[in-house]
């Protein structure tokens, strides 16, 4: 399959995807992760009209956008508090905003003329291993974070457990849907985003209400081994 045909057949699902739900086209933002892929490849799926791209790794992803400045990146992965001053004024969004020694880099360095737009990330599986703000833990977190003008916050993402069956990811959703409307109701706050679906679940994704959907496999086929 050529990048090409692989691109859009992911626009096409989600186009399917968002008619089964009876919801906007426009409403679904996707983000085509590019981590351990080329720049080459990625100019090619830019040329075919993708502007947001996603990178886990801090140093890959600055390589590639200074190579490709006018693109819209998304920080996806986790990032050490101590590289936060990298990254300042470099991504339209930092998905993985999920501790407070995070948070308090952020603060500390990002200037109030030009906020950073973040998602606050969720461990809905509340799993040892993922990073992210436990669901019961929301409030408290969210607290803080209003307390800073240098900080927006546009929403929640997650990463669910790994599963084959997209089925079984569907209440992880859910929750993750719920979890925001909790969040605005507390807070008298409109959240506009939720980032979650991958490759294996984005249609379920949609389904329940995701706005932004994370996709790399399905665009760019299977990733080598780390850079
Ligand atoms: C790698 C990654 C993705 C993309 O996963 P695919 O299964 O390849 O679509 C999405 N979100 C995050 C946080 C990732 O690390």
Request: glycine share 6%; hydrophobic share 40%; proline share 4%.
């Amino acid at each position: 399959m050529s990048l090409y045909d692989n691109y859009h057949r992911v626009k096409e699902n989600i186009s399917l995807a968002c008619e089964q739900s009876k919801r906007a086209n426009e409403e679904v933002q996707l983000i085509a992760v590019s981590k351990f892929h080329s720049i080459e490849a990625i100019k090619e799926v830019a040329s075919y009209g993708q502007r947001d791209f996603g990178e886990n790794y801090i140093q890959e992803a600055l390589g590639k956008i200074s190579l490709m400045p006018d693109l819209n990146w998304h920080a996806i992965g986790a990032i050490q508090s101590k590289k936060t001053k990298d990254i300042i004024n470099t991504f339209k969004l930092i998905h993985t905003l999920g501790s407070n020694s995070f948070l308090e880099e952020l603060v500390k360095r990002v200037p109030i003329s030009s906020p950073q737009d973040v998602l606050l990330q969720i461990n809905i599986g509340r799993e040892a291993q993922k990073s992210g703000i436990m669901p019961e833990d929301i409030f408290a977190f969210f607290e803080q974070v209003l307390k800073h003008n240098n900080i927006n916050v546009l929403g929640l993402m997650c990463l669910p457990p790994f599963d084959d069956e997209p089925e079984n990811t569907r209440p992880y959703f859910i929750e993750m849907r719920n979890l925001k409307e909790k969040v605005e109701e507390e807070f008298k706050v409109k959240l506009k985003h939720l980032s979650m679906g991958m490759s294996g679940d984005f249609k379920v994704a949609i389904a329940e209400g995701a706005t932004i959907i994370r996709v790399g496999t399905d665009i760019f086929g299977t990733r080598a081994k780390k850079i």
